[in-house]
Protein backbone atom coordinates (compact mmCIF):
# COMPACT_ATOMS: atom_id res chain seq x y z
CA UNK A 1 0.00 0.00 0.00
CA UNK A 2 2.75 2.70 1.22
CA UNK A 3 6.16 3.51 1.72
CA UNK A 4 6.55 5.94 4.64
CA UNK A 5 9.49 8.43 3.44
CA UNK A 6 9.32 11.01 5.73
CA UNK A 7 7.45 12.24 9.16
CA UNK A 8 7.29 14.84 11.44
CA UNK A 9 5.82 16.09 14.89
CA UNK A 10 5.04 19.11 16.79
CA UNK A 11 4.13 19.74 19.70
CA UNK A 12 3.77 23.37 21.02
CA UNK A 13 2.61 24.93 23.67
CA UNK A 14 -1.39 26.00 23.15
CA UNK A 15 -0.65 29.61 24.47
CA UNK A 16 1.90 30.26 21.90
CA UNK A 17 0.86 33.74 20.49
CA UNK A 18 0.39 33.88 16.57
CA UNK A 19 2.75 36.33 16.63
CA UNK A 20 5.67 33.86 17.72
CA UNK A 21 4.45 31.02 14.87
CA UNK A 22 4.65 34.09 12.50
CA UNK A 23 8.08 34.71 14.00
CA UNK A 24 9.41 31.03 13.73
CA UNK A 25 7.49 30.65 10.66
CA UNK A 26 9.85 33.63 9.33
CA UNK A 27 13.02 32.39 10.31
CA UNK A 28 12.99 29.60 7.32
CA UNK A 29 10.74 31.87 4.64
CA UNK A 30 12.24 34.72 3.26
CA UNK A 31 8.78 35.69 2.04
CA UNK A 32 5.71 35.50 4.39
CA UNK A 33 2.43 35.25 2.65
CA UNK A 34 0.29 38.37 4.67
CA UNK A 35 -3.31 37.43 6.79
CA UNK A 36 -2.29 33.29 7.71
CA UNK A 37 -5.09 32.37 10.65
CA UNK A 38 -3.69 29.96 13.41
CA UNK A 39 -4.81 26.36 11.50
CA UNK A 40 -2.31 27.78 8.34
CA UNK A 41 0.60 28.63 10.49
CA UNK A 42 0.44 25.38 12.46
CA UNK A 43 -0.04 23.60 8.57
CA UNK A 44 3.15 25.38 7.30
CA UNK A 45 5.14 24.36 10.30
CA UNK A 46 4.32 20.93 10.09
CA UNK A 47 5.14 21.41 6.02
CA UNK A 48 8.46 23.01 6.96
CA UNK A 49 10.92 19.85 7.08
CA UNK A 50 9.54 18.91 3.32
CA UNK A 51 10.15 21.93 1.34
CA UNK A 52 12.38 21.01 -1.58
CA UNK A 53 11.95 16.97 -1.06
CA UNK A 54 8.51 16.51 -2.66
CA UNK A 55 8.34 15.63 -6.10
CA UNK A 56 6.27 18.30 -8.84
CA UNK A 57 2.40 17.39 -8.47
CA UNK A 58 2.46 15.72 -5.04
CA UNK A 59 -0.47 15.65 -3.68
CA UNK A 60 -1.20 17.95 -0.08
CA UNK A 61 -3.85 15.89 2.09
CA UNK A 62 -4.94 17.87 5.02
CA UNK A 63 -6.79 16.84 8.08
CA UNK A 64 -7.99 19.24 10.87
CA UNK A 65 -10.15 19.06 14.27
CA UNK A 66 -11.36 22.28 13.97
CA UNK A 67 -10.82 25.12 11.69
CA UNK A 68 -8.68 28.30 13.13
CA UNK A 69 -10.88 28.77 16.10
CA UNK A 70 -10.22 32.40 16.80
CA UNK A 71 -11.18 33.37 13.78
CA UNK A 72 -14.41 31.42 14.03
CA UNK A 73 -14.86 32.95 16.70
CA UNK A 74 -14.45 36.47 15.50
CA UNK A 75 -16.40 35.94 12.56
CA UNK A 76 -19.78 34.78 14.60
CA UNK A 77 -18.37 37.93 16.76
CA UNK A 78 -18.74 40.31 13.74
CA UNK A 79 -21.14 39.29 11.74
CA UNK A 80 -24.07 37.57 14.34
CA UNK A 81 -23.48 39.48 17.71
CA UNK A 82 -22.14 42.56 16.29
CA UNK A 83 -23.99 42.19 13.12
CA UNK A 84 -21.48 43.89 10.52
CA UNK A 85 -19.79 42.57 7.39
CA UNK A 86 -16.51 40.59 8.30
CA UNK A 87 -13.40 41.45 7.45
CA UNK A 88 -12.81 40.09 3.70
CA UNK A 89 -9.46 37.97 4.92
CA UNK A 90 -10.86 36.68 7.86
CA UNK A 91 -13.81 34.69 5.66
CA UNK A 92 -11.53 33.91 3.14
CA UNK A 93 -9.41 31.80 5.97
CA UNK A 94 -12.53 30.27 6.91
CA UNK A 95 -12.89 28.10 4.22
CA UNK A 96 -10.62 25.66 5.73
CA UNK A 97 -8.59 24.64 2.57
CA UNK A 98 -6.73 28.07 2.86
CA UNK A 99 -4.51 26.17 5.24
CA UNK A 100 -4.14 23.77 1.73
CA UNK A 101 -3.22 26.71 -0.28
CA UNK A 102 -0.85 28.56 2.10
CA UNK A 103 1.14 24.90 1.82
CA UNK A 104 0.83 24.41 -0.92
CA UNK A 105 2.03 27.72 -2.23
CA UNK A 106 5.19 27.30 0.49
CA UNK A 107 5.96 24.00 -1.12
CA UNK A 108 5.89 25.40 -4.61
CA UNK A 109 3.38 22.02 -5.64
CA UNK A 110 0.26 22.56 -7.87
CA UNK A 111 -1.12 18.73 -7.54
CA UNK A 112 -4.54 17.99 -5.92
CA UNK A 113 -4.86 19.52 -2.56
CA UNK A 114 -7.83 18.28 -0.25
CA UNK A 115 -9.14 19.01 3.43
CA UNK A 116 -11.08 17.44 5.01
CA UNK A 117 -12.98 17.97 8.84
CA UNK A 118 -11.56 15.04 11.07
CA UNK A 119 -10.31 15.22 14.41
CA UNK A 120 -10.44 11.61 16.27
CA UNK A 121 -9.29 9.42 13.62
CA UNK A 122 -7.75 10.86 10.21
CA UNK A 123 -5.37 9.10 9.48
CA UNK A 124 -7.49 6.34 7.55
CA UNK A 125 -9.21 8.91 5.91
CA UNK A 126 -6.06 10.88 4.84
CA UNK A 127 -4.23 7.82 4.21
CA UNK A 128 -7.28 6.42 1.77
CA UNK A 129 -7.26 9.10 -0.03
CA UNK A 130 -3.34 9.66 -0.97
CA UNK A 131 -3.64 5.32 -1.66
CA UNK A 132 -6.67 6.17 -3.97
CA UNK A 133 -4.62 9.14 -5.70
CA UNK A 134 -1.47 6.94 -5.63
CA UNK A 135 -3.70 3.78 -6.91
CA UNK A 136 -4.74 5.53 -9.92
CA UNK A 137 -1.38 7.01 -10.53
CA UNK A 138 -3.06 10.61 -10.05
CA UNK A 139 0.31 11.50 -7.95
CA UNK A 140 3.87 10.46 -7.82
CA UNK A 141 3.74 10.88 -3.89
CA UNK A 142 1.61 12.15 -0.99
CA UNK A 143 2.45 14.17 1.58
CA UNK A 144 -0.09 13.95 5.06
CA UNK A 145 -0.56 16.73 7.73
CA UNK A 146 -2.90 16.61 10.32
CA UNK A 147 -3.48 19.63 12.68
CA UNK A 148 -4.80 20.19 16.27
CA UNK A 149 -6.14 23.30 18.33
CA UNK A 150 -8.81 21.96 20.26
CA UNK A 151 -8.83 20.64 23.85
CA UNK A 152 -5.93 23.13 24.51
CA UNK A 153 -3.97 21.50 21.96
CA UNK A 154 -1.39 23.22 19.08
CA UNK A 155 -0.16 20.49 17.52
CA UNK A 156 0.39 17.71 14.44
CA UNK A 157 1.93 15.31 12.47
CA UNK A 158 2.93 15.20 8.84
CA UNK A 159 3.73 12.32 6.62
CA UNK A 160 5.43 12.01 3.54
CA UNK A 161 4.29 8.47 1.68
CA UNK A 162 4.60 6.65 -1.81
CA UNK A 163 3.14 4.25 -3.02
CA UNK A 164 4.48 0.24 -1.83
CA UNK A 165 3.63 -2.59 0.58
CA UNK A 166 3.47 -1.40 4.15
CA UNK A 167 0.08 -0.97 5.84
CA UNK A 168 -0.74 0.46 8.90
CA UNK A 169 -2.97 -1.83 11.17
CA UNK A 170 -4.45 0.35 13.64
CA UNK A 171 -4.48 3.20 11.39
CA UNK A 172 -2.17 5.48 13.85
CA UNK A 173 0.31 7.88 13.37
CA UNK A 174 2.32 6.03 15.86
CA UNK A 175 2.59 3.36 13.11
CA UNK A 176 3.90 5.79 10.42
CA UNK A 177 6.37 7.15 12.06
CA UNK A 178 8.16 3.19 13.10
CA UNK A 179 7.32 2.07 10.02
CA UNK A 180 10.01 0.90 7.87
CA UNK A 181 12.35 3.21 5.44
CA UNK B 1 -9.86 5.79 -14.82
CA UNK B 2 -12.79 3.14 -14.16
CA UNK B 3 -15.98 4.56 -15.08
CA UNK B 4 -18.47 4.97 -12.21
CA UNK B 5 -22.43 5.07 -12.07
CA UNK B 6 -24.54 7.74 -10.89
CA UNK B 7 -27.64 6.77 -9.75
CA UNK B 8 -30.57 8.18 -7.38
CA UNK B 9 -29.64 11.58 -7.90
CA UNK B 10 -31.50 13.74 -5.47
CA UNK B 11 -31.83 17.75 -5.08
CA UNK B 12 -33.68 20.23 -3.35
CA UNK B 13 -33.05 23.80 -4.78
CA UNK B 14 -34.27 27.30 -5.47
CA UNK B 15 -36.42 25.82 -8.67
CA UNK B 16 -38.03 23.13 -6.50
CA UNK B 17 -38.12 20.57 -3.72
CA UNK B 18 -37.31 17.59 -5.75
CA UNK B 19 -35.00 17.23 -8.75
CA UNK B 20 -37.94 16.65 -11.26
CA UNK B 21 -39.77 19.54 -9.85
CA UNK B 22 -36.26 21.48 -10.95
CA UNK B 23 -35.35 19.86 -13.94
CA UNK B 24 -39.08 20.45 -14.97
CA UNK B 25 -38.59 24.62 -14.37
CA UNK B 26 -35.24 24.07 -15.63
CA UNK B 27 -36.04 23.18 -19.26
CA UNK B 28 -38.09 25.80 -19.75
CA UNK B 29 -35.79 28.37 -18.85
CA UNK B 30 -37.30 29.32 -15.02
CA UNK B 31 -35.45 31.15 -12.83
CA UNK B 32 -35.78 31.23 -9.35
CA UNK B 33 -36.70 34.18 -7.53
CA UNK B 34 -34.66 36.33 -5.00
CA UNK B 35 -35.46 35.91 -1.23
CA UNK B 36 -34.51 38.28 0.80
CA UNK B 37 -35.43 37.41 4.11
CA UNK B 38 -33.14 39.66 6.41
CA UNK B 39 -33.12 43.90 5.66
CA UNK B 40 -30.13 43.28 8.00
CA UNK B 41 -28.12 41.39 5.22
CA UNK B 42 -26.97 42.64 1.84
CA UNK B 43 -28.53 41.06 -1.21
CA UNK B 44 -30.94 38.25 -1.34
CA UNK B 45 -30.30 34.79 -2.51
CA UNK B 46 -31.78 31.65 -4.17
CA UNK B 47 -33.66 29.36 -1.71
CA UNK B 48 -35.11 26.42 -1.93
CA UNK B 49 -38.65 25.88 -3.04
CA UNK B 50 -39.85 23.82 -0.20
CA UNK B 51 -40.98 24.10 3.56
CA UNK B 52 -38.43 25.31 5.79
CA UNK B 53 -36.80 22.11 8.14
CA UNK B 54 -34.33 21.79 10.60
CA UNK B 55 -30.86 21.31 9.04
CA UNK B 56 -30.14 18.05 10.69
CA UNK B 57 -33.69 17.18 10.01
CA UNK B 58 -33.69 17.27 6.52
CA UNK B 59 -30.60 15.83 5.50
CA UNK B 60 -31.44 12.71 7.95
CA UNK B 61 -34.40 12.60 5.91
CA UNK B 62 -32.43 13.45 2.47
CA UNK B 63 -30.01 10.55 3.21
CA UNK B 64 -32.64 7.84 4.33
CA UNK B 65 -34.43 8.65 1.06
CA UNK B 66 -31.51 7.91 -1.20
CA UNK B 67 -30.63 4.68 0.60
CA UNK B 68 -34.11 3.48 -0.03
CA UNK B 69 -34.26 4.39 -3.71
CA UNK B 70 -31.35 2.51 -3.62
CA UNK B 71 -32.22 -0.21 -1.82
CA UNK B 72 -28.88 -0.10 0.25
CA UNK B 73 -27.75 -0.10 4.21
CA UNK B 74 -25.72 2.57 5.04
CA UNK B 75 -22.96 0.33 6.24
CA UNK B 76 -22.04 -0.88 2.78
CA UNK B 77 -21.71 2.95 1.80
CA UNK B 78 -18.63 5.15 2.42
CA UNK B 79 -20.52 8.81 3.04
CA UNK B 80 -18.48 11.90 2.02
CA UNK B 81 -19.97 15.27 2.66
CA UNK B 82 -19.35 18.13 0.71
CA UNK B 83 -19.93 21.16 2.44
CA UNK B 84 -18.12 24.73 2.58
CA UNK B 85 -20.84 25.85 5.85
CA UNK B 86 -21.66 22.67 7.22
CA UNK B 87 -24.54 23.69 10.22
CA UNK B 88 -22.59 26.84 11.29
CA UNK B 89 -25.99 28.26 10.14
CA UNK B 90 -27.61 26.76 13.75
CA UNK B 91 -25.01 28.48 15.40
CA UNK B 92 -25.43 31.44 14.21
CA UNK B 93 -29.40 31.18 14.97
CA UNK B 94 -28.36 29.93 18.89
CA UNK B 95 -26.86 33.41 18.82
CA UNK B 96 -29.23 35.43 17.37
CA UNK B 97 -31.40 33.97 19.86
CA UNK B 98 -29.63 35.33 22.83
CA UNK B 99 -27.28 33.03 23.48
CA UNK B 100 -23.37 34.36 24.72
CA UNK B 101 -21.05 33.47 21.94
CA UNK B 102 -17.85 31.69 23.68
CA UNK B 103 -15.15 29.06 22.64
CA UNK B 104 -16.77 26.55 24.15
CA UNK B 105 -19.45 26.52 21.54
CA UNK B 106 -17.38 26.22 18.09
CA UNK B 107 -18.05 23.13 16.52
CA UNK B 108 -15.55 20.14 15.64
CA UNK B 109 -15.64 18.72 12.74
CA UNK B 110 -16.47 15.22 14.25
CA UNK B 111 -19.54 16.56 16.44
CA UNK B 112 -20.77 16.82 12.37
CA UNK B 113 -20.19 13.53 11.59
CA UNK B 114 -21.29 12.37 14.83
CA UNK B 115 -24.63 14.21 13.94
CA UNK B 116 -24.82 11.63 11.11
CA UNK B 117 -23.36 8.67 12.96
CA UNK B 118 -26.14 8.86 15.67
CA UNK B 119 -28.75 7.48 12.90
CA UNK B 120 -27.02 5.78 10.30
CA UNK B 121 -23.68 2.90 10.76
CA UNK B 122 -22.17 4.60 7.29
CA UNK B 123 -19.16 2.37 6.76
CA UNK B 124 -17.03 5.85 7.07
CA UNK B 125 -18.12 9.48 6.85
CA UNK B 126 -15.53 12.00 5.16
CA UNK B 127 -16.47 15.68 5.44
CA UNK B 128 -14.57 17.17 2.47
CA UNK B 129 -14.07 21.35 2.26
CA UNK B 130 -12.41 22.54 -0.89
CA UNK B 131 -14.42 25.46 -1.02
CA UNK B 132 -16.53 25.41 -4.44
CA UNK B 133 -14.98 22.14 -5.34
CA UNK B 134 -16.02 20.35 -2.41
CA UNK B 135 -18.36 18.10 -4.07
CA UNK B 136 -16.89 17.66 -7.71
CA UNK B 137 -13.67 16.50 -5.08
CA UNK B 138 -16.23 14.13 -3.28
CA UNK B 139 -16.96 12.90 -7.15
CA UNK B 140 -13.56 12.40 -7.96
CA UNK B 141 -12.47 11.01 -5.08
CA UNK B 142 -15.53 8.15 -4.67
CA UNK B 143 -14.47 7.19 -8.29
CA UNK B 144 -10.89 6.51 -6.97
CA UNK B 145 -11.51 5.16 -3.77
CA UNK B 146 -13.87 2.72 -5.36
CA UNK B 147 -11.23 1.92 -8.15
CA UNK B 148 -9.24 1.56 -5.61
CA UNK B 149 -11.33 -1.46 -4.07
CA UNK B 150 -11.97 0.70 -1.02
CA UNK B 151 -15.18 0.69 -0.52
CA UNK B 152 -18.26 -0.51 -2.30
CA UNK B 153 -20.32 2.00 -3.19
CA UNK B 154 -20.20 5.84 -2.16
CA UNK B 155 -22.83 8.04 -1.11
CA UNK B 156 -22.50 11.83 -1.51
CA UNK B 157 -24.27 14.33 0.11
CA UNK B 158 -23.35 18.26 -0.70
CA UNK B 159 -25.08 20.67 1.13
CA UNK B 160 -25.03 24.74 1.14
CA UNK B 161 -27.68 26.54 3.56
CA UNK B 162 -27.92 30.10 3.43
CA UNK B 163 -25.61 30.93 6.73
CA UNK B 164 -25.09 34.63 7.76
CA UNK B 165 -21.59 34.41 7.64
CA UNK B 166 -21.72 33.42 3.96
CA UNK B 167 -24.15 35.64 2.70
CA UNK B 168 -21.89 38.72 4.71
CA UNK B 169 -18.54 37.13 3.79
CA UNK B 170 -19.16 37.26 -0.33
CA UNK B 171 -20.13 40.60 -0.02
CA UNK B 172 -17.35 41.48 1.88
CA UNK B 173 -15.54 40.62 -1.13
CA UNK B 174 -18.22 42.82 -3.66
CA UNK B 175 -18.90 39.69 -5.19
CA UNK B 176 -22.66 39.50 -4.70
CA UNK B 177 -24.26 40.92 -7.21
CA UNK B 178 -26.57 44.46 -7.12
CA UNK B 179 -28.62 43.96 -10.21
CA UNK B 180 -30.19 40.65 -9.03
CA UNK B 181 -30.17 39.58 -12.48
CA UNK B 182 -27.35 36.40 -12.42
CA UNK B 183 -25.70 36.38 -15.78
CA UNK B 184 -22.44 34.48 -16.34
CA UNK B 185 -20.31 35.48 -19.41
CA UNK B 186 -22.69 38.60 -19.98
CA UNK B 187 -20.40 41.48 -20.29
CA UNK B 188 -22.68 43.57 -17.90
CA UNK B 189 -22.59 40.94 -15.00
CA UNK B 190 -21.92 42.09 -11.56
CA UNK B 191 -21.17 39.07 -9.69
CA UNK B 192 -23.07 35.94 -7.83
CA UNK B 193 -26.47 35.18 -6.51
CA UNK B 194 -25.87 32.42 -3.64
CA UNK B 195 -28.32 29.39 -3.66
CA UNK B 196 -29.34 27.40 -0.99
CA UNK B 197 -29.48 23.64 -1.91
CA UNK B 198 -29.54 19.56 -0.60
CA UNK B 199 -28.46 17.40 -3.06
CA UNK B 200 -27.05 13.43 -3.02
CA UNK B 201 -25.92 10.70 -5.25
CA UNK B 202 -24.97 7.17 -5.13
CA UNK B 203 -21.64 6.05 -7.01
CA UNK B 204 -21.20 2.36 -7.77
CA UNK B 205 -18.90 0.79 -10.40
CA UNK B 206 -21.56 -1.22 -11.21
CA UNK B 207 -25.00 -0.07 -13.41
CA UNK B 208 -27.22 -1.43 -10.47
CA UNK B 209 -30.12 0.76 -10.39
CA UNK B 210 -31.10 3.16 -12.92
CA UNK B 211 -28.00 5.12 -13.44
CA UNK B 212 -28.15 8.54 -14.72
CA UNK B 213 -24.73 9.56 -15.97
CA UNK B 214 -21.27 7.95 -16.25
CA UNK B 215 -18.66 9.71 -14.16
CA UNK B 216 -15.36 8.67 -16.11
CA UNK B 217 -12.87 10.70 -14.81
CA UNK B 218 -11.40 14.46 -14.49
CA UNK B 219 -8.55 16.18 -12.66
CA UNK B 220 -8.49 18.70 -9.68
CA UNK B 221 -5.65 20.65 -8.33
CA UNK B 222 -4.59 24.05 -6.69
CA UNK B 223 -3.30 27.49 -8.55
CA UNK B 224 -0.77 29.15 -6.00
CA UNK B 225 -1.41 32.11 -8.06
CA UNK B 226 -3.64 33.76 -5.44
CA UNK B 227 -6.09 32.30 -2.81
CA UNK B 228 -9.46 34.10 -3.96
CA UNK B 229 -8.70 34.23 -8.21
CA UNK B 230 -7.49 31.56 -10.20
CA UNK B 231 -4.48 32.95 -12.69
CA UNK B 232 -6.57 35.16 -14.81
CA UNK B 233 -4.86 34.03 -18.26
CA UNK B 234 -6.24 30.92 -17.91
CA UNK B 235 -3.66 29.05 -17.48
CA UNK B 236 -4.49 26.54 -14.64
CA UNK B 237 -7.95 25.93 -15.64
CA UNK B 238 -6.65 24.98 -18.75
CA UNK B 239 -4.08 22.69 -17.49
CA UNK B 240 -6.60 21.09 -15.24
CA UNK B 241 -8.78 20.86 -18.63
CA UNK B 242 -6.53 18.72 -20.13
CA UNK B 243 -5.24 16.60 -17.11
CA UNK B 244 -9.01 15.59 -17.07
CA UNK B 245 -8.73 14.82 -20.70
CA UNK B 246 -5.78 12.76 -20.12
CA UNK B 247 -6.77 11.05 -17.50
CA UNK B 248 -9.83 10.10 -19.05
CA UNK B 249 -8.00 8.97 -22.72
CA UNK B 250 -10.16 11.62 -24.43
CA UNK B 251 -9.12 14.89 -26.80
CA UNK B 252 -11.07 18.05 -26.20
CA UNK B 253 -12.56 17.15 -29.69
CA UNK B 254 -14.59 14.66 -27.94
CA UNK B 255 -16.69 16.66 -25.90
CA UNK B 256 -20.18 17.79 -26.63
CA UNK B 257 -21.05 19.64 -23.75
CA UNK B 258 -19.00 21.83 -21.54
CA UNK B 259 -20.81 22.94 -18.24
CA UNK B 260 -19.08 26.07 -17.33
CA UNK B 261 -18.49 27.38 -13.73
CA UNK B 262 -19.56 30.59 -14.20
CA UNK B 263 -19.87 32.55 -11.40
CA UNK B 264 -20.57 35.76 -13.04
CA UNK B 265 -17.62 37.28 -11.32
CA UNK B 266 -15.28 39.82 -13.39
CA UNK B 267 -12.55 37.42 -12.59
CA UNK B 268 -13.29 34.14 -12.71
CA UNK B 269 -15.54 34.50 -15.89
CA UNK B 270 -12.42 36.21 -17.56
CA UNK B 271 -10.19 33.21 -16.44
CA UNK B 272 -12.43 30.49 -17.41
CA UNK B 273 -13.00 32.42 -20.24
CA UNK B 274 -9.02 32.15 -21.35
CA UNK B 275 -8.76 28.59 -20.29
CA UNK B 276 -11.49 27.56 -22.76
CA UNK B 277 -9.64 28.80 -24.98
CA UNK B 278 -6.57 27.70 -24.65
CA UNK B 279 -8.26 23.51 -24.64
CA UNK B 280 -10.81 24.22 -27.11
CA UNK B 281 -10.48 24.84 -31.05
CA UNK B 282 -13.44 26.36 -32.91
CA UNK B 283 -16.21 25.47 -32.98
CA UNK B 284 -16.24 24.91 -29.30
CA UNK B 285 -18.82 22.61 -27.79
CA UNK B 286 -22.34 23.11 -27.18
CA UNK B 287 -22.12 25.36 -23.65
CA UNK B 288 -24.10 25.63 -20.76
CA UNK B 289 -24.30 27.60 -17.18
CA UNK B 290 -26.54 26.24 -14.52
CA UNK B 291 -25.81 28.89 -11.64
CA UNK B 292 -29.07 31.47 -12.88
CA UNK B 293 -31.04 28.69 -12.29
CA UNK B 294 -29.69 27.54 -8.68
CA UNK B 295 -27.32 30.25 -7.44
CA UNK B 296 -23.98 30.11 -6.66
CA UNK B 297 -24.46 26.56 -4.21
CA UNK B 298 -20.85 26.61 -3.08
CA UNK B 299 -19.21 23.75 -1.76
CA UNK B 300 -22.33 21.74 -3.48
CA UNK B 301 -22.15 22.67 -7.09
CA UNK B 302 -20.56 19.70 -7.92
CA UNK B 303 -23.04 17.64 -7.27
CA UNK B 304 -26.54 20.33 -7.56
CA UNK B 305 -25.29 21.61 -11.04
CA UNK B 306 -24.71 17.98 -12.67
CA UNK B 307 -28.26 16.54 -10.73
CA UNK B 308 -30.03 19.34 -12.49
CA UNK B 309 -27.83 19.44 -15.59
CA UNK B 310 -28.57 15.42 -16.44
CA UNK B 311 -32.31 15.48 -14.95
CA UNK B 312 -32.66 17.95 -17.96
CA UNK B 313 -30.77 15.99 -20.35
CA UNK B 314 -33.17 13.45 -19.53
CA UNK B 315 -36.47 15.48 -19.62
CA UNK B 316 -35.18 17.47 -22.82
CA UNK B 317 -33.40 20.56 -24.68
CA UNK B 318 -31.19 22.44 -22.38
CA UNK B 319 -32.40 25.93 -22.81
CA UNK B 320 -31.50 28.59 -24.42
CA UNK B 321 -29.55 31.14 -22.77
CA UNK B 322 -31.58 34.77 -22.46
CA UNK B 323 -29.01 36.64 -23.25
CA UNK B 324 -26.68 34.17 -25.40
CA UNK B 325 -25.78 37.09 -28.20
CA UNK B 326 -24.82 39.45 -25.56
CA UNK B 327 -22.16 36.91 -23.79
CA UNK B 328 -18.77 36.52 -24.30
CA UNK B 329 -19.14 33.02 -24.80
CA UNK B 330 -20.83 31.42 -27.95
CA UNK B 331 -23.72 30.13 -26.17
CA UNK B 332 -26.67 28.86 -28.20
CA UNK B 333 -29.68 31.38 -28.41
CA UNK B 334 -31.72 28.17 -28.93
CA UNK B 335 -33.14 25.29 -26.83
CA UNK B 336 -30.01 23.15 -26.87
CA UNK B 337 -30.76 19.00 -28.30
CA UNK B 338 -27.45 17.02 -26.59
CA UNK B 339 -27.36 13.15 -27.85
CA UNK B 340 -27.07 10.50 -25.56
CA UNK B 341 -24.25 9.06 -24.27
CA UNK B 342 -22.64 12.74 -25.39
CA UNK B 343 -19.27 13.56 -23.54
CA UNK B 344 -19.58 16.15 -20.98
CA UNK B 345 -16.63 18.34 -19.29
CA UNK B 346 -18.47 20.04 -15.98
CA UNK B 347 -15.76 22.79 -14.50
CA UNK B 348 -16.00 23.62 -10.81
CA UNK B 349 -12.92 26.30 -9.56
CA UNK B 350 -13.23 27.90 -5.77
CA UNK B 351 -11.26 29.55 -3.61
CA UNK B 352 -7.68 28.31 -1.77
CA UNK B 353 -6.91 27.99 -6.16
CA UNK B 354 -8.86 24.79 -6.09
CA UNK B 355 -9.53 24.05 -9.93
CA UNK B 356 -11.61 20.72 -11.11
CA UNK B 357 -12.87 19.24 -14.20
CA UNK B 358 -14.98 16.06 -14.86
CA UNK B 359 -16.00 14.37 -18.04
CA UNK B 360 -18.75 12.77 -17.67
CA UNK B 361 -21.65 10.77 -19.85
CA UNK B 362 -25.23 10.94 -19.94
CA UNK B 363 -26.99 7.03 -19.94
Redesign the interface.
Known amino acids: MFSVIAQHQLQLDASTSDKALKLQLSQHLSQMPRRMDRLALLTLLLALPFRGQLKPGCGIYLAADYPSLANMYALLDTVVVQQQLPKPFEFVNSVSNAACFYAAQMLQLDGPNMFIGAGREPWQALAELAYADLHCNVVPEALLIRCLQGNNQLSGEAVQLRAGNWQPAQWQFSEFATAPR | ?TPVYLSQLQLQSALGGTLAQAASGYIQGKLPTLMSDNA?L?GGYFAVDAPKQHLHNRLQQLLQSTLNAAELNAADCLLLVAS?A?D?SL??QR??QGEA?S?AM?P???D??ASISATFNFA?I??????CTSAA?ALL?GQ??L??G?YQRVLVLAFEPPG??TR??????ELTSHSGQYRPFHPQRDGLILGETYATVILSSTADKAPQAVLLGG??????HN??TTAEDGS?IAAVMQQALQ?TALQSSDVSLLKLHGTATAANDSAEYNGVMRVFNQPLPALTVLKPYLGHTLGACGLSELALLFAGLQQGALPALPYATAASLPFSPAPQHIAAQAVIMANFF?????NASLLLRSC
Open positions: MAPTLVLELALMLAFDFAARIINTANYRMQALNITGFSALYSACDTITHQGFGGN
